[in-house]
Every structure is written in structure tokens, then in C-alpha cells.
């Protein structure tokens, strides 16, 4: 079984400081993890993944993620917020191990940036 | 074509109608998958195609719920005597490859209203 916790129903920040969005992951063979953007109305959009390789994972739109084994977890990260970056943000993952597992999302995390 | 398509954008249906909804995946993807998500909730994962192999319904919330695929075209996702409960969005996603190793493509979804 595989799972996702977003501990953080929303997130608060002012534009221009540095925004974490977490995520918590549980899985129980090779995790391969994901980060997406939903705006109103709209689908989800990908912005990163991490499948192998160096833990920091940089995406669009100027978000990074780290990768954690020890922790399990794979946080949302960004240097300076945009107002712009408000939305919805769901975390996924899936069991690299399995060529036919899908992917499981957190319940997500809104992200309100202020002027 | 160019990304995933999902017919109708948004749909109001009385207390017992059936309903379908269809998807038409990026051209060449071999998976397609259905969540649905309810307001203030995460993705819940319904049904996975992959190529001709059986679908993996494991998702599907009860019997009133069906889905196929032609080939590796499109989808339907039918609904069958609708209930309240099932007011929600309906997103179709489909992969290159099996299980979305490197992550999904989302439709724009389906808004779902049972009345």
C-alpha cells in the first residue's frame, strides 16, 4: 500500500519570503514522487518529480523539492513567493517497483500568498 | 492532440439519471486514468487502462460506476442513477508509459452536479 499526508491544509505566506508546502510519504518499495499545481477551475499541472538521483529536484516556475529518505518525506520549496503561486498544491506517489502501480495524491495543500 | 480533453466541462444532472463522461487522451499514450474530487478533498483514484491489458478497477466506488476504453483512444466514464454524492469534479489523466513513470497528463475535468 502507498500513501501521501499533506499535514497542512493551507499555507500562509507574504510575497517575496520563502514558502514549504510538506509532504510526508509512505510506500513500500522504490518511491517515486511528485509534486502538482491545480489552479481554479482548472486540471492539475506538473511541476516536478523526483525518480532517482539528486535529492534536491528543481521544477517549474521556480519550485524545488527535497527529497528526504530517512524522513520520507519530499517537501515543496520556493526562495521567494509570487502572489501569482497561489493555488492548490497536491503531493503523489507512486511504487517505482511496480510497472502497473498508480499514482496516490495527498489531500492537498492550498498556498495563499499576500501582497 | 496537443493535451487530454474532457467532454463536457461541466454537467447538472437530476437525483437518478445516468450520466457519461468522456476523455480523449494525448495521442500515442498508452495509459488512462479517472480520480474524482470532491470539493475540499484530494484525488480519489476510480480506474487505470493500460494498452489491452484489463483495467484496474479497484477504485470504483460501487456498481453504478463503469468505464471503458477503445483501444488506446478514448474513454467514457458512466455513472449510473446518480446520487448526490457523486457531485464532484472528474479528472481523466493519461501517461506514456505504464503507471506514469514520469507523471501524468490532466484533463481540464468534468464538474459533476447531481440535483
Known amino acids: 500500500a502507498q500513501s501521501v499526508a499533506q499535514p497542512e491544509d493551507q499555507v500562509n505566506v507574504a510575497e517575496g519570503n520563502p514558502l514549504t508546502v510538506k509532504c510526508t510519504y509512505s510506500v513500500s518499495g522504490n518511491p517515486y514522487l511528485f509534486w502538482y499545481v491545480q489552479y481554479p477551475n482548472r486540471g492539475l499541472q506538473f511541476l516536478l518529480k523526483?525518480?532517482?538521483?539528486?535529492?534536491l529536484v528543481k521544477g517549474s516556475y521556480g519550485f524545488e523539492a527535497e527529497f528526504n529518505k530517512s524522513q520520507t518525506s519530499f517537501h515543496l520549496k520556493k526562495p521567494s513567493a509570487l502572489v501569482s503561486d497561489s493555488a492548490l498544491y497536491f503531493c503523489?506517489?507512486?511504487?517505482?517497483?511496480?510497472?502497473?502501480?498508480?499514482?496516490?495524491f495527498g489531500k492537498g495543500t492550498m498556498l495563499l500568498v499576500s501582497p | 492532440g496537443a493535451g487530454v480533453s474532457q467532454s463536457p466541462s461541466n454537467k447538472v444532472t437530476e437525483k437518478g439519471k445516468d450520466v457519461e463522461l468522456r476523455c480523449d487522451p494525448i495521442s500515442g499514450h498508452t495509459a488512462l486514468y479517472w480520480y474524482r474530487q470532491r470539493l475540499g478533498q484530494g484525488l480519489e483514484f476510480l480506474i487505470y487502462?493500460?494498452?489491452?491489458?484489463?483495467?484496474?478497477k479497484s477504485g470504483l466506488p460501487s456498481d453504478r460506476f463503469s468505464a471503458e476504453r477503445t483501444g488506446e483512444s478514448v474513454s467514457t466514464l458512466t455513472i449510473q442513477r446518480t446520487q448526490q454524492e457523486d457531485s464532484a469534479v472528474y479528472l481523466c489523466a493519461s501517461s506514456f508509459l505504464p503507471g506514469g513513470t514520469y507523471g501524468y497528463t490532466f484533463g481540464s475535468g468534468t464538474r459533476l452536479t447531481v440535483v
Open positions: 487502462f493500460q494498452g489491452n491489458s484489463a483495467p484496474d
Open positions: 503523489a506517489v507512486r511504487d517505482g517497483s511496480s510497472g502497473y502501480s498508480t499514482l496516490t
Open positions: 523526483y525518480i532517482t538521483g539528486d535529492n
